[in-house]
């Protein structure tokens, strides 16, 4: 029986969206996750962008896995499309990711920053995060929200993103006295 599986490493974790069969923590090797993205729609606009999450080469990244079922995984993927593609800055990519409760190995569909792009906005350093994150606004809201509540659900799950912890320092100092 062929399972359908998608991989979720920034709001796709807690909102998926879509309804699944179930989800499980899940990593992906080669790539990481960051804040690497301009976001001119969700969390800014062209003239102010604000930055989401992309992920980039190198390292592996913790996230959630959701299984969907074949009568779902149309719907599904042309949600996702018209949710992550709305600029075209993520590559659509089937990876193998690890399970991380069973252990067990799956391909899985997940959206890898195009670093070709116009929007892909590399390494920035915390200065440079903290602007964009501090002005962006979009369609989906403020990007302060977004990175809190990415790191939020992130230590939830027992993950410990060091980039995310630094920047939500400087956001909200009183974050550090959260993450012990």
């Known amino acids: 029986m062929k399972q359908f599986w998608v991989f979720g490493y920034g709001s796709l974790m807690w909102r998926p969206g879509f309804a699944y069969l179930r989800s499980e923590a899940a990593r992906v090797h080669g790539y990481h996750r960051s804040l ?18 992309g992920l980039d080469r190198g390292g592996s990244c913790h996230g ?29 990519k089937r990876k193998s990711i690890t399970l991380l409760g069973s252990r067990l190995t799956v391909e899985a569909v997940t959206y890898v920053v195009d670093r070709a792009h116009q929007q892909y906005a590399g390494v920035l350093d915390d200065d440079a995060l903290e602007r964009h994150v501090r002005s962006g606004i979009g369609v989906s ?7 809190m509540s990415t790191l939020a659900h992130l230590r939830e799950m027992n993950i410990h993103d060091p980039a995310l912890e630094r920047l939500a320092q400087r956001l909200v100092p009183q974050a550090a006295s959260n993450s012990s």
Do not use: K
């Not at 976001?39 to 930055?51: A, D, I, Q």
């Open 141 to 147: 809201g403020h990007c302060t929200d977004y990175v």
């Open 64 to 92: 959630m896995a959701f299984e969907v079922s074949a009568e779902n995984w149309e719907s599904t993927i042309a949600y996702l499309r018209a949710r992550e593609q709305v600029t075209s800055v993520y590559l659509e």
């Open 36 to 53: 690497c993205v301009y976001s001119y729609v969700h969390r800014g606009t062209p003239e102010e962008p604000g930055l989401v999450l």
